[in-house]
């Protein structure tokens, strides 16, 4: 009896050595990486974090109790709520997540972190906490705003001259300095053409750079969408009808009132339809439908196109990115259409398959957000 008990001491002795010795291990890991790491239970307290975190806070170690203490905004300089930080997401939703934060607050100088989060568990899946690591990017966002800056300012310079060559070209063609002929007519209305497609996309770098320095404020009102949604596509009727493409609008009659702005809605609304038509072979159709969503109302474009392979759908809503289907363009539309559904609070998807045509989906909530 006494030996078994010495042995199985001298067990336990070796076990906890074991254990203590993975636990250094793993400490000395979580040390040697150059990014913050913050280790925290399911209630959220810190459980564990290294020397990098408390350098990118310009803190002492252990001041941090708690990572709801962190002071995180948005790029527009909001407070975050905590639930909707990646670190609650982790943890509630038992999903890696990761997105961009402001620091700011006491014994922190304002910059920018890239947080990703993850849950953990044990073994038989038991939920123990998350794991964050946290990165300063503030240099780098630095230089994306100066090269954004850079694009902002040549793109508006452009704008004015541009406007006004639309504008003079516009009267000579009206003939207000002179008769023209067939042929001077013909070469006028190309050069008009071309002078409004490059005013268009300077309008678009504009307008996409608003949004991703935080500066394009909504002007949100009570809309109704089935109603805004046929006016919206009006203009593009005479196109399908020139290809003999039909075009239908399906919206419920449940359709509460959706609080949007309508100027920058109807930019993604006019987008999705053109690129539909466009890739929708002549006789096709083109049908849009409306309906309610868990809070939110979806709008689902789809055609009846060559449709899109899976690993080309990737890359449609990624700027300067084109899949072959749609690579007639610049790269910006379907890119400037998620910056305006996400501005909503909504989101945008494809879903398409090679030969059966392709539907794009956004959803627009029913309620301001935060």
Known sequence: MRERIGAEAEANRRLLANLTAEKDKLELVIEAIAEGVLVYDASGRLRTANRALWSLLDSPPGTLAHWRALRLRDALGEPVASER?????????????????????????PRVLQITAAPLRTGEGELLG????????????????????????????????????????????????????????????AVIESHRALLG????????????????????????????????????????????????????????????????LRRVIVNLVDNALKFTPTGGRVHLRLEPCEGAVRVAVHDTGRGISPEKSALLFVRFAQAESYATGTGLGLYLCR????????????????????????????????
């Open 130 to 189: 998350g794991v964050a690591v946290l990165r300063d990017v503030t240099a780098q966002k630095e230089s994306e705003r100066l090269r954004d800056d850079f694009v902002a300012t040549l793109t508006h310079d452009l704008r004015t001259p541009l406007l006004a060559a639309v504008q003079t070209l516009g009267f000579t063609l009206e003939g207000q300095y002179g008769p023209l002929s067939d042929g001077q007519q013909q070469i006028l209305l």
């Open 201 to 264: 996309l300077v309008e678009s770098l504009l307008t996409i750079y608003r949004y991703e320095a935080g500066r394009m404020r909504l002007r949100k009102e009570p809309t109704d969408l089935a109603a805004f949604v046929g006016q919206c596509i009006e203009e593009l009727r005479p196109l399908a009808q020139n290809r003999n493409q039909t075009l239908l609008v399906e919206a419920s009659r449940t359709l509460p009132p959706v609080p949007c702005d309508r100027q920058q």
């Open 339 to 370: 910056q305006v559904i996400e501005a909503h609070g909504g989101r945008i998807w494809a879903e398409s398959e090679p030969g059966l045509g392709s539907t794009f989906y956004f959803t627009l909530p029913l309620a301001e957000g935060p």
């Open 85 to 109: 930080t990646v670190f609650e997401r982790a943890v509630g939703e038992g999903i890696l997540a990761s997105d961009l934060y402001r620091l700011d607050g006491p014994g922190a100088q």
